[in-house]
């Protein structure tokens, strides 16, 4: 009986939409966020709000330039590593694995 | 694990970055921070004079912070915990 009030508390079936989240806890995941910003990094904590604390960053930041003449959308992305970032959660959308290519 | 009294670096969400002292932090993650300096270059405005200042939690963007004196295995324990205290 003590065993099922544990199955229940510690559970490795994803049921609520953090439960995703916990288990990436360690693992290196991908975060999207507010203002074409895009973060890869090793989760170490998060909460509710999904304020999060990462290791190994790297930050992407995309903006788009316009040429004045030829009126073409020209894609710059800036990238820049921090070792260690806590992330406030208001500017996150979305949680993710690593994007593998091929 | 606290980081008061270690340097870190809060970049905002008006794009400022300021490197400074950790005082103190509350509740709304309002934060506190001593002996303050601008860093990154053209984002900055003119704070010459000021030494010590109180930012509002809702405005941050990132804090950065030293890695080595954060203990992941502690703050991935501590997480889950939480989790778990939210389930309930």
């Given at each position: 009986?003590?065993?099922?009030?544990?199955?229940?508390?510690?559970?490795?079936?994803?049921?609520?939409?953090?439960?995703?989240?916990?288990?990436?806890?360690?693992?290196?995941?991908?975060?999207?966020?507010?203002?074409?910003?895009?973060?890869?990094?090793?989760?170490?904590?998060?909460?509710?709000?999904l304020n999060m604390i990462l290791g190994d960053v790297e930050e992407t930041v995309?903006?788009?330039?316009?040429?004045?003449?030829?009126?073409?959308?020209?894609?710059?992305?800036?990238?820049?590593?921090?070792?260690?970032?806590?992330?406030?959660?208001?500017?996150?959308?979305?949680?993710?694995?690593?994007?593998?290519?091929? | 694990?606290?980081?008061?009294?270690?340097?870190?670096?809060?970049?905002?969400?008006?794009?400022?970055?300021?490197?400074?002292?950790?005082?103190?932090?509350?509740?709304?993650?309002?934060?506190?921070?001593?002996?303050?300096?601008?860093?990154?270059?053209?984002?900055?405005?003119?704070?010459?004079?000021?030494?010590?200042?109180?930012?509002?939690?809702?405005?941050?963007?990132?804090?950065?912070?030293?890695?080595?004196?954060?203990?992941?295995?502690?703050?991935?324990?501590?997480?889950?915990?939480?989790?778990?205290?939210?389930?309930?």
């Amino acid at each position: 009986m003590a065993d099922d009030v544990d199955q229940q508390q510690t559970t490795n079936t994803v049921e609520e939409p953090l439960d995703p989240i916990r288990l990436s806890l360690d693992e290196r995941i991908y975060v999207k966020m507010r203002n074409d910003r895009e973060l890869r990094g090793r989760l170490h904590a998060y909460d509710q709000h999904l304020n999060m604390i990462l290791g190994d960053v790297e930050e992407t930041v995309t903006t788009i330039e316009i040429d004045e003449e030829t009126y073409e959308e020209i894609y710059k992305s800036t990238k820049r590593n921090i070792p260690m970032l806590f992330v406030r959660g208001d500017g996150v959308v979305l949680v993710a694995p690593p994007l593998r290519v091929g | 694990m606290s980081l008061v009294g270690k340097d870190v670096v809060v970049e905002l969400k008006n794009d400022l970055s300021i490197c400074g002292t950790l005082h103190s932090v509350d509740q709304y993650l309002n934060i506190k921070l001593t002996d303050i300096s601008v860093t990154d270059p053209e984002k900055y405005p003119h704070m010459l004079s000021v030494k010590n200042c109180f930012i509002r939690g809702s405005v941050v963007r990132y804090v950065q912070l030293p890695a080595d004196e954060v203990d992941t295995q502690l703050l991935q324990d501590a997480a889950r915990k939480e989790a778990l205290q939210q389930k309930q």
